[in-house]
């Protein structure tokens, strides 16, 4: 049961350099999400897709651009990293079918712009 | 998220003590969901409210929602060591299921031993 994977762990990026984080997950969920941590602000919306080929801007979609051509996967692209998206990233999937039990996050990927 | 205000922003209490944590929308709420998160970890679910007075509880934690005030409170009652960490709570707010969850700041909880 792999859940949610993210990849890479960890990353570190120099100024506009680009790069895609990888969310694929293995529950057949229709719903997944990105979502960045910053210390003291909870967790922000980027992007989230209700289906393969269904995208929308979440809170802070600025600077990221994601795409959902299959139902398991759904990439996060930085096209010209920038020090403010130092951050944690979180992919998070979910069903409309799936009753009480919630979200279920990937395990984050850790990013430095320097 | 302004959507979501938590408070208290952190709170450190004494191991035994009840605590309080809430979680107030400025939009309609169609579904609460309280998360936990111990540092450098990832997201774990605790449970999810939808209907106006529902309440839930998992061992020593009870949620409850009180759709009116579009308010939801989380307690923990003889708090321990392994309660500690973060608390976030998220909300759905548009009608149906949209696939769309907005995240409150979160709450640091420290408990002394």
């Known amino acids: 049961n792999a859940g949610v994977t993210q990849t890479p762990k960890f990353q570190v990026l120099k100024t506009g350099q680009s790069m895609t984080l990888q969310c694929a997950q293995d529950?057949?969920?229709?719903?997944m999400s990105w979502y960045r941590q910053d210390p003291g602000m909870g967790l922000r919306l980027i992007h989230y897709?209700?289906?393969?080929?269904?995208?929308d801007q979440g809170e802070v979609p600025n600077g990221y651009n994601v795409s959902r051509s299959t139902t398991e996967d759904f990439p996060l692209r930085l096209l010209s990293a920038a020090p403010s998206q130092t951050s944690v990233y979180f992919c998070?999937?979910?069903?409309?079918?799936?009753?009480?039990?919630?979200?279920?996050f990937g395990s984050g990927t850790r990013l430095t712009v320097v | 998220s302004q959507e979501l205000e938590q408070s208290p922003q952190s709170l450190i209490v004494q191991e035994g003590k009840n605590l309080t944590i809430n979680c107030t929308s400025s939009?309609?709420?169609?579904?609460l969901y309280w998360y936990k998160q111990k540092y450098g970890e990832g997201l774990i679910f605790l449970m999810m409210?939808?209907?106006?007075?529902e309440e839930k509880s998992h061992e020593k934690i009870t949620a409850k929602l009180d759709e009116k005030k579009q308010q939801s409170s989380l307690h923990i009652t003889a708090s321990q060591p392994s309660h500690a960490g973060t608390y976030l709570c998220?909300?759905?707010?548009?009608?149906?299921?949209?696939?769309?969850?907005?995240f409150g700041q979160g709450t640091t909880l420290q408990v002394k031993p």
């Open positions: 998070a999937s979910s069903s409309p079918y799936r009753g009480n039990y919630g979200y279920t």
């Open positions: 529950m057949n969920h229709e719903y």
């Open positions: 897709s209700v289906g393969a080929g269904i995208t």
């Open positions: 939009k309609t709420l169609y579904g």
């Open positions: 409210l939808q209907k106006g007075g």
């Open positions: 998220g909300a759905a707010h548009g009608s149906g299921n949209t696939g769309k969850l907005i």
